[in-house]
């Protein structure tokens, strides 16, 4: 699958300046962004062997993609993402086209989706039951340690989310790689410049090496594997460019502390440097996965953050 432009909606909907059309940015991120992490997804379900034996839950699921994509190697998949309705409910024309929209969503096949599907407004907890099969694997596909302060509230969705999980279950955390190896981070810092009078309400930050086993550790999980894949992101042209890394939510501060139009102008200057002479504009980058694992008892204990095994992942180029 080749990606392509999409643009990616902040996951949180408090965190989004008034000015921003919240439905506009989920349909951005739905259609632009959200397919430049195909590689991601596709690099941790070959790892884990996703497949009819999965029972999935994607956290801040966004709008169904990895959802869609688990639900076709024959996952039953569960997502949740409260804090995004906006991408929760492109998420249910997605999955499940035919559904009712209530509250708590449902679980049915629907036409794009031959497995059972769980779409949750509410916490995870919601799905939850007597009868209930333990999830095999949790993913959280949103990238973290890009915004100041986005572990807030990771950890208490995760311990709400694996309170019922066995003893091995597998859950995915992901973040981008070394500023060196992302081309987008340059860009990236244009969020930072701009944003500089509220650097502490969720501005964009370089991602540090061991952001994702800091959660981890904090959610009492061990790490048991990471890997790195190559997500180049590629636009038809320089206004997709804009619009799907707005969608992102990264530069939702550097508009609050300035203005929608002087954040698009000074984004598409720090695009130019990556157009090509046929208009489209390619940055190839690199992100990083970490498996971690519900501990077997108590006595496991939580884990430290330095205690992972490091594995090279497979790499998905264009």
Not at 39 to 65: I, K
Not at 162 to 179: H, I, N, S
Not at 221 to 231: A, F
Request: hydrophobic residues 40%; glycine residues 12%; contains cysteine.
């Amino acid at each position: 699958m080749t990606p392509t432009l999409v643009r990616q909606h902040v996951s949180h909907a408090d965190s989004a300046p008034p000015r921003v059309d919240r439905c506009a940015r989920a349909r951005d991120w739905s259609e632009i962004q959200e397919r430049m992490l195909v590689p991601l997804f596709d690099a941790v379900y070959d790892r884990l062997e996703v497949g009819p034996a999965t029972r999935l839950l994607g956290l801040r699921c966004g709008s169904g993609l990895a959802l869609l994509m688990a639900a076709a190697r024959g996952a039953a998949v569960t997502g949740a993402d409260p804090a995004a309705p906006e991408r929760l409910a492109l998420a249910r024309e997605r999955l499940l086209p035919d559904a009712r929209r209530g509250r708590g969503g449902g679980a049915r096949r629907g036409t794009r989706a031959g497995t059972p599907v769980t779409l949750l407004d509410g916490p995870p907890a919601d799905a939850a039951g007597p009868g209930t099969a333990p999830y095999t694997l949790v993913t959280v596909f949103e990238p973290i340690g890009s915004l100041a302060g986005d572990f807030e509230g990771l950890g208490e969705l995760l311990t709400g989310a694996l309170a019922p999980a066995a003893p091995g279950t597998a859950v995915v955390l992901t973040g981008w790689g070394p500023p060196e190896r992302c081309a987008t981070s340059a860009v990236l810092r244009v969020a930072t410049r701009l944003a500089d009078p509220l650097r502490s309400a969720r501005s964009w930050r370089p991602a540090r090496r061991d952001d994702l086993e800091e959660v981890a550790g904090r959610a009492g999980l061990k790490p048991d594997g990471s890997g790195r894949v190559s997500c180049p992101f590629g636009y038809a042209d320089l206004d997709s460019a804009v619009r799907g890394l707005l969608s992102t939510g990264l530069f939702d501060a550097a508009i609050a502390a300035t203005d929608a139009k002087q954040v698009d102008k000074e984004l598409a200057e720090a695009l130019h440097p990556h157009r090509r002479p046929d208009g489209t504009v390619w940055m190839p980058n690199v992100f990083r996965y970490l498996i971690a694992r519900v501990p077997q008892g108590p006595s496991s204990g939580s884990c430290r953050a330095g205690g992972a095994r490091s594995e090279p992942g497979p790499d998905a180029g264009p």
